[in-house]
């Protein structure tokens, strides 16, 4: 009976990422283990707990071999005052699920809900959720350390609380997750990553921050506004070195040039573009779809006031997992307070 409130609900998490949490023990056949498994996030409402299972790395070779889905954490979510009924749960974990895709470069949900009280299941629910079948993708956070994950999820959540704000988040991290993903190829991922980062200009320069008024902020070409968003960052525009054949190319004044040349000869198609395109082999257009997203993750690391660390896929082959970075627009940190970098 899902009308009933309960003191927690508990959960499985499919196809998500492998970070080195806080450590717990588990007991088996041999004794206590002690693992670096457990991610906890808190805010004002509510405290929940994702444990990474024991045998994650058999399980995640298994997904890597044969696609499809399974289940790799446990989770539980309490309510910091009260108990939690059903509409809670529905509310909170829509925000939460589109929370831990951006980390995850790929959509996930909480599944398989019970809804427990004095130890007793009250009620489960089997209900389906969007998420994606297992693909290799590239992703944004050091898997190396959860430190600043839980800062990130409460500012998350909070801009989700408005609903102007929770709608850019929806749309921004559906068009990143679609890119990331290649959707639709090298070619199709462009348009949805410009489309993505025009999104992210309007709400964050035009709308919030109100650098540009009138006419002006409607005049401003395509990739102006990608190079206004940039500075903003502290990005420089120019294209990466990590991004060789990009580089080269000399038709391009710098990234945002590039993302919006490929993108314009895409969509409009008249024979001039056609011809360009033919001399843009794939693996630049390729890289332009990286840089893109490199581009997005910076922007909504910084819309979420990120200070901390990421992984930079400019820096390194986009098939290899890049360098960890302080994002540019925090002050620098320590040498001895930056985490390892993971292993390529």
């Known amino acids: 009976d899902k009308t009933i409130s309960v003191t927690k609900v508990k959960f499985k998490l499919p196809n998500f990422i492998d970070f080195r949490g806080l450590p717990i023990k588990h007991r088996n056949e041999k004794g206590l283990k002690n693992s670096m498994a457990r991610i906890v996030f808190n805010n004002s409402d509510y405290l929940i707990t994702l444990d990474k299972l ?6 995640q070779k298994k997904l890597e071999a044969k696609g499809g889905y399974i289940c790799l954490y446990n989770g539980e979510i309490t309510k910091v005052k009260g108990s939690i009924s059903y509409d809670d749960i529905e509310k909170i974990m829509y925000s939460f699920s589109s929370f831990l895709s951006f980390l995850n470069g790929k959509r996930t949900s909480a599944l398989f809900f019970q809804g427990i009280h004095d130890d007793e299941v009250i009620w489960s629910d089997y209900s389906d959720r969007f998420l994606d079948q297992y693909k290799f993708t590239i992703t944004w956070p050091n898997k190396m ?3 600043g994950l839980d800062n990130l999820w409460q500012n998350f959540d909070s801009l989700w609380k408005e609903p102007k704000h929770k709608d850019f988040l929806i749309t921004a991290t559906h068009w990143y997750i679609e890119a990331n993903n290649q959707s639709g ?10 489309t993505a980062l025009e999104l992210i ?9 109100k650098l540009l008024l009138g006419k002006d902020a409607e005049g401003i070409s395509a990739a102006n506004k990608i190079r206004l968003l940039l500075s903003h960052l502290n990005v420089d525009p120019q294209i990466p070195v990590g991004f060789a054949e990009l580089k080269a190319f000399a038709d391009f004044i710098d990234g945002p040039d590039a993302i919006v040349q490929v993108r314009n000869a895409l969509v409009h198609g008249q024979e001039e573009k056609r011809k360009k395109l033919t001399s843009i082999s794939h693996k630049i257009k390729f890289q332009v779809l990286n840089l893109a997203i490199w581009y997005i993750e910076l922007s909504l690391l910084y819309i979420l006031k990120h200070e901390g660390f990421y992984l930079n896929r400019s820096i390194a082959s986009p098939f290899i997992i890049g360098k960890t970075q302080h994002v540019p627009w925090a002050k620098p940190v320590a040498k001895a307070d930056k985490p390892d970098s993971p292993p390529n």
Do not use: C, V
């Not at 024991?54 to 399980?59: A, G, Q, R, S, V």
């Not at 070619?187 to 410009?194: D, F, P, V």
């Open 54 to 59: 024991m045998d994650y790395e058999e399980l």
């Open 145 to 147: 350390t959860i430190a």
């Open 185 to 194: 190829f090298s070619e199709g991922s462009i348009i949805m990553a410009q």
């Open 201 to 209: 200009y309007n709400w964050l320069i035009i709308e919030t921050k």
